[in-house]
C-alpha cells in the first residue's frame, strides 16, 4: 500500500474515534500489508494519471503505486471504479 492509504485511514478514523483507534488501525495495516514509499517514479507517474483522470494528487499518488507495483487497488472509492487493476467495493 502506498503511505498515503495510511494518511487516508488515519485522518479517517481519527475524525471519527479516538486516537488510540486511529493508531491501532494504522498498526493493523502494516501488519497485513507493506508500505511502499513515495519514490520519483511514483510521483511523476502520479502527475500523469492526475491529469488523465482527474484525480485529485492524494488518489493520483496511490492509484500509481499500486500501478507501479502490478497490486491491485482496493477500494470503496467510486473515484477509482472502472479503473484498470482496481476493485472496487460498493459501499
Same mark, same amino acid.
Given at each position: 500500500?502506498?503511505?498515503? @492509504?495510511l494518511?487516508?485511514v488515519?485522518?479517517?478514523?481519527?475524525k471519527k474515534?479516538?486516537l488510540?483507534?486511529?493508531?491501532?488501525?494504522? !498498526?493493523?495495516?502494516?501488519?497485513v500489508?507493506?508500505?511502499?514509499?513515495?519514490?520519483?517514479?511514483?510521483a511523476?507517474a502520479?502527475?500523469?494519471?492526475?491529469?488523465?483522470n !482527474?484525480?485529485?494528487?492524494?488518489d493520483?499518488?496511490?492509484?500509481a503505486?499500486?500501478?507501479? @507495483?502490478?497490486?491491485?487497488?482496493?477500494?470503496?472509492?467510486?473515484?477509482?471504479?472502472?479503473?484498470?487493476?482496481?476493485?472496487?467495493?460498493?459501499?
Amino acid at each position: 500500500m502506498s503511505a498515503l @492509504n495510511l494518511v487516508e485511514v488515519f485522518d479517517f478514523v481519527l475524525k471519527k474515534r479516538l486516537l488510540t483507534d486511529a493508531q491501532q488501525a494504522a !498498526s493493523i495495516m502494516q501488519q497485513v500489508g507493506f508500505v511502499i514509499p513515495v519514490d520519483v517514479a511514483v510521483a511523476l507517474a502520479a502527475g500523469s494519471l492526475k491529469k488523465e483522470n !482527474s484525480f485529485g494528487m492524494v488518489d493520483a499518488i496511490i492509484y500509481a503505486t499500486a500501478q507501479l @507495483n502490478k497490486a491491485t487497488l482496493v477500494t470503496v472509492d467510486s473515484d477509482f471504479a472502472g479503473k484498470t487493476g482496481v476493485v472496487y467495493i460498493s459501499s
